[in-house]
């Protein structure tokens, strides 16, 4: 279905729309956004939902890792999204030392998202060590999807962005760690970068949607960073994008195109121009020389 004869009457997506897909064997949709024109299309491409990561960190503002990120950075790249979409259920990213130091911030901060960002719920990482956080902020009326495997966040504590999960300890521990954020009141979890046949199996266990990111097939539902799936970000693409375009080349030929046709006269050419009637610029003439 295209985007220009999407359903008009489409009912705005909840926590609770994500919950029966799952009940229903329904896939679940996502993709992430940081500004008005992407959440715009994507919203009426008619995905679920559009997660504002803090990703953004890296593919929108070029640092190396997502840890520079603040609250402030998310708060305005979320009320951008908050302006293009009015179907999906928004989701904002917690950044890292946002919710980490104190619950009482981790409340305060998760409640800028929906006051201040426009948001409808927030992700944060970790498994049973933010347990805490999590019931309060659920506690405190706001929906939590929770982030186990590769937490970018952790990326210095994991050695590097590095798959998570592959020794049966570690997958055991993921297990615990699913089912506990499931018993903290979580609506949904996202699975990042660990064995399929784990996400599959954690899936199956919990009674709340997962939501894969290079986590295999047996996941509710998958989530891609909208740069890496249109091919903008062009300093690395993980093995488990795939890529829908290559637009960082289609803009680089665009741009190099723009620079040849104003450096050879081509551009700006008449129908780009604007122009004058005759017997105004005429007047214009006489009065010029008459100075």
Known sequence: MSASSYPQNRNRVTTLTLQRKKEQGQPITILTAYEYATALAIDRAGLDSILVGDSLGMVVLGYE?????????????????????????????????????????????AGRFLQEGGMDAIKLEGGRERLPAIEAIVGAGIPVQGHLGLTPQSVHQLGGFR???????????????????????????????IPARLARLVSERLKIPTIGIGAGAGCDGQVLVTHDLLGLFDRFTPRFVKKYADLHNEMAQAFAAFKADIENGVFPAEEHSLDMPDEEWETLMEELDQE
């Open 163 to 193: 798959a998570q999960g592959k020794t049966a300890p570690a997958a055991r521990r993921l297990v615990e760690d699913a089912m506990a954020l499931q018993e903290a009141g979580c609506f949904s979890l996202v699975l990042e970068t």
């Open 65 to 109: 890792t997502t840890l520079p990120v603040t609250m402030d950075d998310m708060i305005h790249h979320c009320k951008a999204v908050s302006r293009g979409a009015q179907y999906a259920l928004l989701i904002g990213d917690m950044p890292f030392m946002s919710y980490q130091a104190s619950v009482e911030e981790a409340v305060r901060n």
